[in-house]
Nanobody, 122 residues
Framework: QVQLVESGGGSVQAGGSLRLSCAES????????MAWFRQAPGKEREGVAA???????TYVDPVKGRFTISKDNAKNILYLEMNSLKPEDTAMYYC????????????????WGQGTQVTVSS
């Protein structure tokens, strides 16, 4: 069974930066695509960025040029580097794994972490 544990969330002022981490345990890290999602209060969970086992990436338009997804295969850790943060980036951020496709579509992912809160103040 794949387990995902996020960390690195916090409170930051607009224009600041945060780096989220997601530690994966289980035997499928190198097989599946992994992704970051976020959910703001009263809104649907949306895909933010995804990465496949070859290192190819995809991003949702509002974060392009500001966020970078990466992974450390030796440590089984997924990262999301977030720069130039905006108040609209405030949300609970979730790590996900288990998709066979490089996608930020929620339905493709089988495994989910518990989330880490990111709050950006203006």
């Amino acid at each position: 069974q794949v387990q995902l544990v996020e960390s690195g969330g916090g409170s930051v002022q607009a224009g600041g930066s945060l780096r989220l981490s997601c530690a994966e345990s289980g035997s499928t890290y190198s097989t599946y695509c992994m992704a970051w999602f976020r959910q703001a209060p009263g809104k649907e969970r949306e895909g933010v960025a995804a990465i496949d086992r070859f290192g190819s990436t995809t991003y949702v338009d509002p974060v392009k040029g500001r966020f970078t997804i990466s992974k450390d295969n030796a440590k089984n850790i997924l990262y999301l580097e977030m720069n130039s943060l905006k108040p609209e980036d405030t949300a609970m951020y979730y790590c996900a794994a288990g998709s066979f496709f490089l996608t930020i579509g929620r339905s493709e992912y089988k495994y989910w972490g518990q989330g880490t809160q990111v709050t950006v103040s203006s």
